[in-house]
């Protein structure tokens, strides 16, 4: 079984949260550098991380 890149990983815990309701639809998602002292992952991991949401329209 192949592993998720990162990119992937903090996209899919980005996605959780929305679902889960802690990003009301209309309200904004934390910042570049609070996302990735979170998910301890570089600004470029979450760019493309919020760049795959946002091509999935969510």
Do not use: N
């Not at 980005?14 to 910042?31: H, K, N, Q, T």
């Not at 570049?32 to 493309?48: C, D, F, N």
């Not at 919020?50 to 329209?57: G, I, N, P, S, V």
């Amino acid at each position: 079984m192949a592993r998720k890149s990162l990119v992937g990983v903090v996209a899919d815990e980005l996605l959780d949260r929305i679902i889960a309701g802690e990003f009301p639809a209309g309200s904004s998602v934390p910042g570049e550098l609070e996302l990735s002292a979170k998910h301890e992952v570089s600004r470029m991991t979450v760019r493309e991380a919020m760049k795959t949401l946002e091509a999935q329209r969510i």
